[in-house]
């Protein structure tokens, strides 16, 4: 008999694993229809086991979607089982990597249900230095290794994690609320890594990456620290990718599965172009090239270097005006300089910063979605797609944001939507979706800015290298789009028929602007995020803007 309940117990075991393993498989949430259907399981069978999951924290419930996906008790068992690794082991080398390449403090931290704790850590060999932080709980606002601890966890968790700190948080006036802080970790979370200065302790700034298990969730951070006037702002970012690129490998030898790296070479047989370095910006990513005007400038912004540059043409000079939020796109307009930011869209003066006018925020109630390429039309209304952060497919829309500062959402089922241009004679409208690896034509009235009649127009095949990101259109009607990854501009026809290659000495060119007149110009922005630290250095270019001659 006893045998007989043992295995009737066993039974019931394997089947609640195998609804956790199914559940924990799918890239969505799934109803209690399709357990059934897949495990060959009754309706009642089904539901006694997924409610005995769920009141175990297996399992969680969307009462709105009648859904099921995996809930929290599974994340923190996962943390405890990567505590219970040798992350110090895993961690120790590229940890003196850093401190022999700067000297400063090296810490290592770890995320528990209960918060940050420091568990290693390389002591400074200056003078002025820290006091030793080991066994202290991280301060995960205040710090860059406690940002870079819960900047990639999942919305609500990170969330919960701010609004028990509430008070805190406010009364520091380091942000003017939770949402700014949040808005501040999207950032930290794009870029990869975190910086401080004299947040947490007065006179001292550092800088923080994540370290990641199977799964691309933070279990723990390796932060650089020390005197801030040894770390200036400038040199923390210098060391963003060092940091990166150590917490990179220490999540590869503890089996995690980190962001990837760029370190595809330049391909040999690829034909280059002549190309000038206009700018040394240093872009993360730099973006959204776009003329004035009065046709005296080129705009553009770094997306995770928060900043919006402007490139006289007569002069050669370049203006910088850094911004407190992630900014991913620039138009100028009759009614003064328009952004596209994480917290939505406004109309600022350059000069002082201050804001003319508030447009308008349309997926404010949607916080783990972000805007991203945006262009004004010929009549100035502005269009800028959105994504989701973990580039969950066809999360994204496009919006159309009116003069007045009304918008709308003129199309959605985008992952990844990019670059946006206009046909000479505006009855063309083009947009790309970088994720699938197509080009898009849509039919355009200008004078009611709609569209319609969508179609693919370029198809990328596996066979091409990179994947397209922004575009541009000339005078002809030819798009010329930047290939991440790609090493190339490509240039197409208004039709898709592909016309030439043009090769860069820069791995991720993101976007380009072609300049008419009595010499065509065409300008490029780049980046330099998650390239290898070698490739880096024998390509020089990435980060700047530069100049192509494509006559």
Avoid at 194 to 209: M, P, Y
Avoid at 361 to 372: L, M
Wanted: include cysteine; charge should be negative.
């Amino acid at each position: 008999m006893s045998e007989f309940v043992n295995k009737a117990r066993s039974a019931t075991l394997a089947k609640g694993l195998e609804i956790l393993n199914y559940i924990g498989s799918s890239d969505k949430p799934l109803t209690l229809r399709a357990v059934m259907s897949e495990l060959k399981m009754t309706k009642p069978t089904a539901h006694r086991l997924l409610a005995t999951l769920i009141d175990f924290g297996l399992i969680r419930f969307d009462p709105r979607e009648n859904t099921y996906q995996l809930g929290m008790r599974l994340f923190e068992l996962s943390r405890q089982v990567w505590q219970d690794f040798d992350l110090k082991g895993s961690a120790i080398t590229e940890m003196q990597k850093l401190h022999a390449l700067t000297g400063e403090t090296v810490s290592l931290a770890i995320l528990t249900p209960e918060g940050g704790v420091y568990i290693d850590e390389l002591q400074s060999r200056h003078h002025l230095r820290e006091q030793s932080k080991v066994g202290q709980r991280v301060p995960l606002w205040k710090s860059a290794i406690g940002k870079a601890l819960i900047s990639g966890l999942a919305y609500k968790e990170r969330t919960g994690i701010l609004n028990a700190d509430e008070h805190a948080i406010i009364s520091s006036e380091a942000y003017k609320d939770l949402a700014d802080l949040s808005r501040h970790l999207d950032l930290v979370n794009a870029r990869g890594y975190a910086v401080e200065v004299d947040e947490d302790l007065q006179g001292i700034s550092g800088v923080a990456a994540p370290i990641v298990d199977h799964r691309g969730i933070t279990v723990a951070a390796i932060g650089l620290s020390g005197a801030s006037t040894r770390l200036p702002r400038n040199t923390l970012h210098d060391l963003g990718p060092n940091v990166i690129e150590a917490t990179r490998i220490a999540s590869l030898q503890a089996g995690g599965a980190p962001r990837p790296v760029s370190t595809k070479p330049m391909p040999p047989d690829l034909r280059q172009c002549q190309t000038w370095k206009v700018f040394d910006a240093n872009n993360l990513i730099g973006e959204g090239p776009v003329l004035s005007r009065d046709g005296r400038y080129v705009f553009w912004v770094d997306i995770c270097r928060p900043c919006i540059f402007r490139y006289d043409l007569e002069s050669g000079q370049t203006d910088l005006f850094p911004q407190r939020e992630m900014v991913t796109a620039v138009a100028d307009t009759s009614d003064g300089l328009l952004i596209s930011t994480l917290s939505g869209f406004r109309r600022i003066d350059l000069e002082s910063g201050e804001i003319i006018k508030e447009l308008g925020d349309p997926e404010r109630e949607i916080p783990t979605n972000r805007y991203n390429d945006g262009k004004c039309d010929a009549s100035g209304r502005f269009w800028v797609g959105s994504l989701a952060f973990n580039l969950e497919e066809e999360a994204g829309s496009l919006y159309r944001i009116d003069a007045d500062g009304t918008y709308r959402r003129m199309a959605g089922g985008f992952t990844l939507p990019n670059g946006l241009g206009w046909s000479p004679d505006n009855k063309t409208m083009y947009l790309i979706d970088t994720s699938p690896r197509i080009v898009y034509a849509y039919d355009f009235d200008l004078e009611a800015g709609t569209i319609s009649n969508r179609r693919n127009v370029i198809e990328f095949t596996p066979d091409i290298s990179g994947i397209p990101d922004g575009l541009d259109v000339d005078a002809d009607g030819n798009l010329w789009i930047a290939m991440w990854d790609g090493w190339c501009i490509r240039k197409y026809s208004g039709s898709g028929e592909f016309l030439q290659e043009y090769g860069v000495p820069f791995p991720r060119p993101t976007s380009c602007l072609h300049i008419h007149g009595k010499t065509s110009r065409l300008f490029a922005t780049t980046a330099r995020i998650r390239i290898d630290k070698d490739l880096l250095m024998k390509h020089p270019l990435s980060g700047a803007l530069v100049e192509l001659d494509v006559n």
